[in-house]
């Protein structure tokens, strides 16, 4: 079996992933209070309905919040070789993705507003099939990667 690839993505996706996961749970949330609300008003919708809803968001926000965040950037790794991608991923059921060189059709570099807060980009691999991505690269090691990636590309297929 292949050595587990050795670079990794930047610290600071914890605190990323954290603030998008904080962002989904308040929607959960109002929708809980919401059945809630309509438990007050219609008589026959339950307070249990709501209760549970509540407590089911509450325990989704605090895992999804405080434990996924950590487990998902010490899995996340990549490797960039002359040949081929190397991309790990996964919490509970570990991806390990080879894209070789001479698949990549184009190289894109990705940034919303939370990536940008942290002065951090998604680096997207597009082939004819699939996109793979290596999520919450620092910006410069993103477009290092992405202008890198490019070059070997280019040169496989000037190969063939």
């Known amino acids: 079996m292949r050595e587990q690839p050795t670079e990794r993505i930047a610290k600071d996706a914890i605190k ?3 603030i998008t996961a904080h962002l989904t749970a308040i ?5 809980s209070i919401a059945a ?7 008589d026959f919708i339950s307070y249990w309905i709501g209760i549970i809803a509540i407590s089911i968001t509450i325990v989704e926000w605090i895992i999804t919040c405080f434990i ?5 950037w010490r899995r996340w790794r990549y490797q960039i070789y002359d040949q081929e991608i190397y991309i790990q991923h996964g919490i509970i059921v570990v991806t390990r993705t080879v894209v070789p060189m001479i698949r990549v059709q184009h190289v894109d570099t990705e940034q919303g507003p939370i990536l940008k ?3 951090l980009a998604t680096l997207q691999i597009s082939t004819a099939a699939t996109k793979h991505e290596i999520p919450a690269l620092l910006e410069e090691e993103a477009a290092d990667l992405r202008d890198q990636i490019s070059a070997l590309a280019r040169v496989e297929q000037d190969d063939v």
């Open 27 to 31: 929607i959960f949330l109002i929708v």
């Open 36 to 42: 809630f609300v309509a438990a007050y008003f219609f």
């Open 117 to 119: 807060k942290y002065g």
């Open 16 to 18: 990323a992933w954290q």
């Open 68 to 72: 996924v965040p950590k487990l998902r």
